[in-house]
């Protein structure tokens, strides 16, 4: 019976060199030579040749030298380790990409259209500022911490500002930056056209003087946040979430399509569900919810609600029509908008300067993308779980307009 054991040890033990053997042959089947692939397949043969004879003393005469003869046949390879390491990050990349495809996607906020919930692209006055520490790092810590990039430029020599002279450059190899011309002289500035023509305020009329400070502080890079791309499929989207969603077969303002206008994707506050009747009066949304024949404020229905109406931190309630925008839902106090099925109204917390669904209608179904989940970057106040922090308690009259006025953007 002793006999029987050993034996039936000796045969696992070369059934598992056998199996190591024909994995080594499959897994670098292209990276082997001829030859090594012949040594292989003699190995294997004697392998199962021995598993037929039974022999034990031939059994143990292989196992006692098969590691050395396997090495000698297909040598590691050098930097085996670190080989080995670099797999394994190849792996947990291919999981990473495949979790953020299904599951998470990371956006970055384009606009002010949601602050002071979440910000986009904007300009910070150094006189205006929030954050104490910003300005006393290093740039690069500035920028890695806070998505900042320092932006100052002061007029030597007065003057028109040139025609055709505005345009983006690459700063860095990395960043978008736009150059111009005052008076001869050569200026630059971080950010889009766009963004460096409306807080440098290039557009104005009339020539600049010598001294005059166009900029003085720092351009952020917007909020970046991870997208929950599944939640909404298995539990639907309630009233007060914040969602992002593409706008591809939505329209805007003179016909263009909104995608041609100002992205593929939007992020805002959903406030209208299929079936809900929606108006404003005095500032305050109310919601009719299908069956119901009463309209209650939008506070009654979700606590997301109770801040925007806060007058707290920035947060000034929802109006009518958004500054520079003729609406088209929700135009006037008291008019009443019936939200169709398979659609959602949505409307940005910056509810003044948001060009949102009161310009240009509801998201279809098919649209939304997913729910806003976590803030990632920068380390702000407002780093964490999206949407989870209260306002400043700061009457939103009182706040200095350097760092909580309402963005004129979409």
């Known amino acids: ?52 004879s039974r022999d034990p003393v031939a059994i143990d005469a292989f196992l006692g030298n098969c590691q050395a003869r396997l090495a000698e046949y297909c040598p590691p390879p050098s930097f085996q380790t670190l080989r080995e390491y670099l797999d394994v990050a190849a792996v947990a990349l291919v999981v990473a990409f495949g979790i953020r495809a299904l599951a998470l996607q990371p956006f970055q906020i384009p606009t002010g259209s949601m602050q002071p919930t979440l910000f986009g692209v904007h300009y910070i006055a150094e006189q205006g500022k929030a954050n104490p520490y910003q300005g006393k790092l290093p740039e690069f810590l500035d920028f890695l911490l806070f998505s900042t990039r320092p932006a100052r430029a002061e007029i030597g020599r007065g003057g028109y500002l040139e025609p055709g002279s505005v345009k983006a450059v690459t700063a860095n190899g990395i960043f978008t930056d736009t150059e111009f011309v005052i008076g001869g002289e050569h200026y630059q500035l971080p950010g889009e056209p766009k963004k460096v023509r409306e807080y440098a305020r290039l557009d104005r009329f009339g020539g600049f003087r010598p001294g005059e400070v166009l900029a003085d502080g720092y351009l952020s890079l917007g909020d970046h946040l991870f997208v929950d791309r599944i939640s909404h499929h298995l539990f639907g989207m309630n009233r007060g979430d914040v969602v992002v969603f593409n706008t591809e077969g939505i329209i805007g303002a003179g016909g263009r399509p909104l995608v041609e206008m100002s992205g593929l994707y939007y992020i805002k506050r959903l406030v209208g569900l299929p079936g809900d009747t929606l108006k404003i009066v005095n500032n305050q949304l109310w919601i009719k919810p299908a069956g119901d024949a009463e309209f209650q404020p939008a506070t009654a229905f979700s606590e997301a609600f109770q801040k925007i109406y806060s007058n707290q931190g920035g947060y000034h309630g929802h109006t009518n029509n958004p500054v520079g925008v003729i609406g088209q839902y929700l135009n006037v106090d008291g008019t009443e908008f019936e939200v169709p099925p398979d659609s959602y109204f949505m409307m940005g917390d910056n509810s003044l300067f948001s060009y949102d669904s009161r310009g240009w209608g509801v998201v279809p179904r098919r649209n939304i993308v997913g729910k806003a989940l976590f803030v990632f970057w920068p380390f702000s106040r407002r780093w964490g779980v999206a949407d989870s922090h209260p306002p400043l308690a700061v009457p939103t009259g009182q706040l200095d307009g350097s760092t909580f006025q309402p963005m004129r953007q979409q």
């Open 1 to 52: 019976m002793l006999e029987y054991w050993k034996l039936r040890r000796r045969r696992r033990k070369l059934k598992h060199f056998g199996a190591q053997v024909r994995l080594l042959a499959h897994r670098d089947d292209d990276l082997l030579a001829t030859e090594q692939k012949n040594k292989l397949a003699e190995l294997n043969g004697e392998v199962q040749s021995l598993l037929k």
